[in-house]
Every structure is written in C-alpha cells, then in structure tokens.
C-alpha cells in the first residue's frame, strides 16, 4: 500500500452508532486492539463529537461512516475536517457518501454528485489520503480510488470484495463493514440480522448491489432468505465469526469494521471474546 493513511487504521476496526459510546468504551475498545471507530449515520457537517471520541484515547482513530453529501455541505465539513486535524494530526479520515435514494428528495445520480463534493472538498484543502467513499457498484468503487483513500463499501461480503479490489487496483484502501450476532444458534441470529436489515432490504442501492453478488428477487424480498441473511450477517462461534470476517481479508480488504448486534451492555464482552480471534491480543 503507497499511501501512509492506509497502514495506520489497523486491520479490525468497530462500526457503531457513536453517541452510545461511552469515554470507558472508548478506552476499552483502543485496549482490545481495535484500530479505527467508524461512526455511523447520516452525519451532520459540524462534526465536533468527533473530538470527544479522539480525546479519552489515544492512539484510536475516527472515521465517518457517513457523511452525507446531500446533507452536509462541503465548506462546514472541511472546516470541522481542519479542526480536528489540527488538534489530533492523523487520526481522522472523512468518510463522505451518497445515502439512500428514497430518503432524499434532491436526489441525482450519485457518480455525478460524488465528483462534485469531491472536488468542493479538493477547493477546501481536505487532503485526498484523509477522506474515504461509500461504494458498492464499480464506477463508484473506481471513482473513490482515484478520487479519495478509497472505498467504504456497507453490507457486502467477501465476493464483493474481491470484485472491489479488483475495481479499485492494489493500492486503495477497501473498508468493508461486516455485521455479527454472537449467537451459536442460528434461528436466533438470523432473527437478529433480520431485524438489523430490516431497513436496507427497502433501498435499491443495496438490493441492486445484493443482486449484482447473485442473490435472486426471492432473496432480497423482506424478511430476507436465509442465504442472504447468512451471507451479511456472521454468526456462531467467535472462532466461527472470525474465520468469516478474515475472508474479506483474503479477498482483499485492507481494513475490516465490524459492527456487533448487541446492546451496548454486552458490547465489549463482544469485542473482547473477538478480540483473541482476531488476533488483536
């Protein structure tokens, strides 16, 4: 990897919505060994909670998972981008993306809108190897490559991956994020992921990009087959689950986030029985 940006995210990193991350998560999750907090939502451009995440720890860093383009302007977000920057130099990496179709009126293709904000945030100085792209269809994938760190793709699998990196070239970060149930049985966690899809299996980004991967319009229809659930959502034993998301890796990836289907009660006793999986201690 040519970029210094991509060596310093860590292999596993934790997707989560971040008001529920406590300055004790925080320290915990850094001590478990997971490199990068990806925080997701549809973010706003004054991104000041970014610092209250990056001050409790230490060597932690943050990403936006997402920034929404539609949203979000471009100038308030490289100012929030400069802010944090200055004051913990390196450890933030801007993750912009086009959203869901159905949730915004002003929609339009979203390669053409990408490139816009991309160059809005090249105006505004936000350097190229500290910003990343949600992708998932190849010419979006292509455009992150060349226009950012990389790719940010958001419930894929491993055979995306693959198709990602091929997408993408040898040097681009490619960030899957990958949903797990620590549950042995399987009705349980399927039920689980199910209620976590719930909402993607209506938006036709990812039910376009679910079909792309060979999944049939039985699959994708709500509730969800089972050899989709399967595919998205990994399960079993933490032995199980993490052989599953060392897949990406070998497909690939440079950069891993996981996001746990639990309360926040349970998440670090999750994150801890992953963590020796893993290999993060």
Known sequence: MTSPTLGTFGVFGLFQQW????????RDIEALGYGTIWAGGSLPAELDWVESILEPTKTLKVATGIVNIWSAAAGPVAESFHRIEAAHPGRFLLGIGAGHPELIAEYRKPYDALTD???????????????????L?????KLAARRSVGAL????????????????????????????????DAAQARAIGREALATYLKGTNYVNNWKRLG?????????????????????????????????????????????????PDKLIP?????????GLI
Request: glycine share 6%.
């Open 117 to 135: 904000y991309l160059a809005k945030l090249d105006e505004y100085g936000v350097p190229k190897d500290q910003r990343v792209v949600a992708a």
């Open 19 to 26: 008001k529920r991350l406590t300055p004790a998560h925080l």
């Open 215 to 263: 999944f049939n319009d039985s699959d994708v229809a709500a509730p969800g087959s089972n050899a989709l659930i399967d595919a998205l959502v990994a399960y079993g034993s933490t032995d199980a689950i993490a052989a599953r998301l060392k897949e990406h890796l070998t497909a690939g990836a440079t950069h891993v986030s996981v996001q746990v289907l639990t309360g």
């Open 137 to 141: 269809g190849p010419q979006v994938l």
């Open 153 to 184: 793709p958001y419930l894929t699998t491993p055979q995306h991956t693959a198709q990602a990196r091929t997408s993408v070239g040898p040097d681009a970060l490619i960030a899957p994020e990958h949903k797990v149930v620590l549950n042995t």
């Open 270 to 278: 999750s994150l801890t029985e992953l963590a020796g999986p893993l």
